[in-house]
C-alpha cells in the first residue's frame, strides 16, 4: 500500500520559510509525479505545483512561482516543499500527493496526512 | 486559471435518499482529442486528506461504493449519491485537471436530515 509521510507541525513567523517532508514509501519513487496542495482552515484545497520524481523537473502555481521549491532526495524517497516569505495568509495544512501516472495534473488518490504549518508573529 | 463553482453550499439528506451536488467550470474541461473530461470528485471528513471519488467525471476510483456517480461534460458535472449512509456526512469537492493550477471547487457540505 503506497504510503506518505510528512513532517510535523510548524510554527513560524511572517518573512520566514519553512521546509515540509514527504517521505514515500512502498512504491517505486522515481516512476510519478509527487504533487503539493494546500488547505487554508474552512477553505477548499488549493495546487501548489509537482515534481518529477524521475527527472526531478517542477511545474508551479503561478501565483506562488517566486516563493514554492519542491525538490527530491531519490536516495531517501523523499520530496521536500519550502515556502518563502510567509504571511498569515499561508497559514495551512500542507499535504503530499500522488496520481497514478503521469508528470502532469492528475486525479490524486494517495495523500499524506498533512502538516499545519501557521504563520504567527 | 478555470474557475469551479459547486451548489448547493450545503444539502441535507434523509438517509437512503438522494444526494446531488452540482460542479460548473469556467471554461471547458473537455479534451476533444481523447473526449476525456478532466474533472475529479474528493470527499473530505474533518482532518483527513481528500479522497478521490471519481475521475474523468464518470470513472469510480478503485474501493469506492458504487451509490457515488458522476456525469457531465464540457463545463457542467454532477455528483449522485444514490442513497446516503451516514458515513457519507462529507464534504465534497470538484477539481479540475485540465489547466494549470488544477483548481478545487468551494465544496458542498452533506448533513444528514
Known amino acids: 500500500q503506497v504510503q506518505f509521510v510528512q513532517s510535523g507541525a510548524e510554527v513560524k513567523k511572517p518573512g520566514a520559510s519553512v521546509k515540509v517532508s514527504c517521505k514515500t514509501s512502498?512504491?517505486?519513487?522515481?516512476?510519478?509525479?509527487i504533487h503539493w496542495v494546500r488547505q487554508a482552515p474552512g477553505q477548499r484545497p488549493e495546487w501548489m505545483g509537482w515534481?518529477?520524481?524521475?527527472?526531478?523537473?517542477?511545474k508551479y502555481s503561478q501565483k506562488l512561482q517566486g516563493r514554492v521549491t519542491i525538490t527530491r532526495d531519490t536516495s531517501a524517497t523523499t520530496v521536500y516543499m519550502e515556502l518563502s516569505s510567509l504571511r498569515s495568509e499561508d497559514t495551512a495544512v500542507y499535504y503530499c500527493?500522488?496520481?497514478?501516472?503521469?508528470?502532469?495534473?492528475?486525479?490524486?488518490?494517495?495523500w499524506g496526512q498533512g502538516t499545519l504549518v501557521t504563520v504567527s508573529s | 486559471d478555470i474557475v469551479m463553482t459547486q451548489s448547493p453550499d450545503s444539502l441535507a439528506v434523509s438517509l437512503g435518499e438522494r444526494a446531488t451536488i452540482n460542479c460548473k467550470s469556467s471554461?471547458?474541461?473537455?479534451?476533444?482529442?481523447?473526449?476525456?473530461?478532466?474533472l475529479a470528485w474528493y470527499q473530505q471528513k474533518p482532518g483527513q486528506p481528500p479522497r478521490l471519488l471519481i475521475y474523468?467525471?464518470?470513472t469510480r476510483e478503485s474501493g469506492v461504493p458504487d451509490r457515488f456517480s458522476g456525469s457531465g461534460s464540457g463545463t457542467d458535472f454532477t455528483l449522485t449519491i444514490s442513497s446516503l449512509q451516514a458515513e457519507d456526512v462529507a464534504v465534497y469537492y470538484c477539481?479540475?485537471?485540465?489547466?494549470?493550477?488544477?483548481?478545487f471547487g468551494p465544496g458542498t457540505k452533506v448533513d444528514i436530515k
Open positions: 500527493a500522488r496520481g497514478d501516472y503521469g508528470d502532469s495534473l492528475v486525479p490524486l488518490g494517495y
Open positions: 512502498r512504491y517505486t519513487f522515481t516512476n510519478y509525479a
Open positions: 515534481i518529477s520524481a524521475g527527472n526531478g523537473n517542477t
Open positions: 471554461q471547458s474541461v473537455l479534451y476533444s482529442s481523447s473526449n476525456k473530461n478532466f
Open positions: 474523468w467525471a464518470s
Open positions: 477539481q479540475q485537471y485540465h489547466s494549470i493550477p488544477g483548481t
